[in-house]
């Protein structure tokens, strides 16, 4: 008769198990996101993740195997962020030129605003499994503005060109920029440049196709 009680503490005892691993886990990817947002990649160390995530450095390997696996997983999140909000105006209606424009300031005033982690997002030196990672990232930002120039293309907004080949050279040059040049350069001023150059990367279409 006391069995179904038993059970159910059981039960109750194994959700809240679980619910706390997932809360550990959490903390530990927001604190290595932190650390490597702080000081850079080079900087979070496991020992310095599993102390700013209040746990202890064991803790860490029990739900990563490798700090490279960590850091995979905070890369993508934040990359896969930064991809949302930007998709959010490439997606959104009106003329492709301004959404460009507005996806190319969005983006340069976001990059400016963490540097450290733009950095270890696009350049720092990292082991060969986030470089993995970085390059699908690139790509993907890739992919999304090359679907931008594809619609307008389409449309008959923008002038026929290999939207693959353009949308490469746009995000490529854009990261560049902001890597190389951002702390040299005023803010505003490189944020002009950058919405510039990717509007310039461009010509005009007839407007022969666009839809009515």
């Known amino acids: 008769m006391n069995a179904d009680p038993l059970r159910r503490v059981g039960r109750r005892k194994a959700r809240v198990t679980e619910e706390d691993k997932a809360r550990t886990r959490e903390a530990i990817v927001v604190a290595a996101h932190d650390q490597v947002a702080a000081d850079g990649y080079a900087s979070a160390s496991v ?102 120039l594809r619609e307008g293309i389409e449309s008959g907004e923008v002038s026929p060109l290999d939207p693959d080949v353009a949308a490469a050279a746009i995000v490529g040059g854009m990261q560049e920029a902001l890597i190389v040049g951002g702390p040299a350069v005023a803010h505003e001023a490189l944020v002009a440049s950058l919405v510039q150059f990717s509007c310039n990367a461009i010509r005009d279409g007839d407007g022969s196709k666009q839809r009515v």
């Open 47 to 148: 020992v310095a993740v599993a102390r700013r995530a209040g746990v202890a450095t064991g803790s860490v390997y029990r739900y990563f195997p490798s700090k490279a696996d960590l850091f995979i997983e905070v890369f993508r999140r934040a990359a896969g962020r930064e991809l949302e909000v930007i998709g959010a105006i490439v997606s959104a209606p009106g003329p492709v030129r301004h959404r460009l424009a507005a996806a190319t300031e969005a983006f340069s005033r976001r990059a400016l605003a963490a540097p450290t982690l733009v950095y270890a997002l696009l350049a720092e030196p990292v082991d060969p499994a986030l470089e993995a990672e970085r390059l699908a990232s690139k790509r993907a930002w890739r992919d999304l503005f090359a679907g931008l």
